[in-house]
């Protein structure tokens, strides 16, 4: 893979609804979450635009190659409010904070990318994981299971202690 510089952020807080399932790598059951998050989407008011967000909240730090390591996965879009939410789904307040943010294009299930940005981009950087989520934007030009989806992918960072 081809190195790739990633843009540095800062997000402001969002609001998110969505469906979300405990997982890990060996046990993924991504797909499942996506079906059932998809027919109840357009039951969502108040979206920001039509981009959805696929999250991962680690309840620990992200220990690198542990596959058994749990998570909740989310599948969600960002909301103006939690005014209407629909029973069968949750709300998360998505904190601000710095983020490496990463275009990528090919599909989702290429893991190259991620051995990349923790592999080698993060450890050469200035920067350090952060105890925050990890999230993808799935925009217009996102397409399931096409070696020309495109996404974004963002990475929370914190400067290395000196």
Do not use: C
């Not at 596959?67 to 904190?95: C, G, R, S, Y």
């Not at 490496?100 to 990349?116: E, Q, R």
């Not at 350090?128 to 963002?154: A, Q, V």
């Amino acid at each position: 893979m081809t190195s790739i510089e990633p843009r540095i952020e800062i997000l402001q807080q969002k609001k998110l609804v969505g469906k979300y399932k405990r997982m890990s790598f060996s046990n993924n059951v991504t797909f499942q979450l996506w079906q059932s998050f998809m027919p109840l989407r357009k039951e969502i008011s108040g979206k920001v635009s039509n981009e959805m967000i696929s999250m991962q909240v680690y309840h620990e730090p992200m220990r690198m190659g542990d596959l058994n390591q749990e998570f909740d996965k989310w599948a969600a879009v960002e909301v103006n409010d939690f005014e209407n939410v629909p029973h069968e789904m949750n709300t998360f307040i998505l904190q601000g904070g710095q983020y490496a943010v990463f275009p990528y294009k090919g599909l989702s299930t290429d893991v190259s990318i991620f051995m990349y940005i923790f592999g080698t981009w993060l450890p050469g950087s200035i920067y350090t994981l952060d105890l925050r989520p990890h999230f993808e934007i799935l925009g217009e030009k996102y397409r399931n299971n096409d070696p020309d989806s495109e996404e974004e992918i963002w990475i929370p960072i914190k400067l290395k202690d000196k």
